[in-house]
């Protein structure tokens, strides 16, 4: 994690006093985002775009937010309106307001481009969307200032190939999954890493997962948490055949190669960060590894990814009855 890394391509200087007071004015265009339509989501909206107006700097916003029905723009004194695929390119930073899920609807759009991404969490954990609704005023203001923190999250590429044919590809920043669909049956795959026989398994799929993603899905199956900063895929069985099937943590670098074995039953599928499935039929093979792009996270003053998780994962919860934090609790004479 790095802090304050400021862009050398600045636009015009604005007439904001508050921009002048800027320590490290290296966000000039600001692009907003916002998937869900509910009220909460809209009022952040609202409120980060009239800070952003309030400090002089350029407020973007993408058509598929401005079209969101409980958004009324009027509301909004100034900001422009361009297609989705363009807000990464001439953004500075881009703030994504909604939950984890949003985040990662962004990151398709935004990681070829590098530019920093600043969540603010309207979903229920917010483990990437980590400014709180009642923090944005204080939190994005500090941000603007110049006062962040850099976080550099990789993802994976995934390609299912039929011969030398690409027939999908596809992208992921907390994991790609192979799954049995709507069947009751499990799925019998093979898996190869970087070329090596790992096994053949009974199970009902795989969640190949990123650090991102550790804290996601995988986290349900049974797999570990892994610090953002590590450079390690996590394969994880779901419910497995066997008691000896256990999760796998490999380079990131490596290379996975899953082949649906002959006496296969169900029709496997596959799904890249919860986005709609594809068949993975026996004469394909379905290739994963670490993709070329990052996405960067930018974090508010004083993020800490233990911190985080002892909030949003409730670890050092304990019953009241055990805390011998108060007299009463104690027993004279023993």
Partial sequence: ?????????????????????????????????????????????????????????????????????????????????????????????????????????AAEALARYRVPVLGVNRGRLGFLADVKPNEVALKLRQVLMGEYQLDHRFLLTMEIREGDRIIHEDMALNDIVLHAGKSVHMIDFQMKIDGQDVYRQHSDGLIVATPTGSTAYALSGGGPIVHPSMDAIC???????????????????????????????????????GKPSIALDQQQRLYIRKH?????????????????????????????????DDDDDIIEGQ
């Fill in 235 to 273: 394969l994880v069985p779901m419910h497995p055949h066997t008691l000896s099937s256990r999760p796998i943590v490999v380079s990131g670098n490596s290379e996975i190669c899953i082949r649906i074995h002959e006496d296969n039953r169900t029709q496997p599928m596959v799904s890249a960060d």
């Fill in 1 to 105: 994690m790095e802090n304050s890394a400021q862009s050398t391509r600045l636009p015009h200087l604005h007439q904001s006093e508050l921009f002048h007071a800027i320590k490290n004015p290296a966000f000039r265009r600001i692009g907003l985002m916002g998937r869900a339509g509910k009220r909460s989501v809209t009022q952040s909206l609202v409120q980060v775009a009239n800070i952003v107006n309030e400090m002089g700097l350029t407020l973007i916003m993408d058509v598929e937010t401005a079209e969101l029905p409980t958004l009324d723009l009027t509301e909004i004194e100034k900001v422009k309106i361009v297609k989705r695929s363009l807000i990464g390119e001439i953004s500075d930073l881009v703030i994504v307001v909604g939950g984890d899920g949003s985040i990662l609807h």
């Fill in 292 to 324: 070329p792009d990052k996405l960067t996270l930018l974090h508010p003053p004083g993020f800490e990814f233990y911190e985080a998780c002892r909030t949003k994962l409730h670890w050092n919860v304990h019953a009241e009855e055990f805390d011998l």
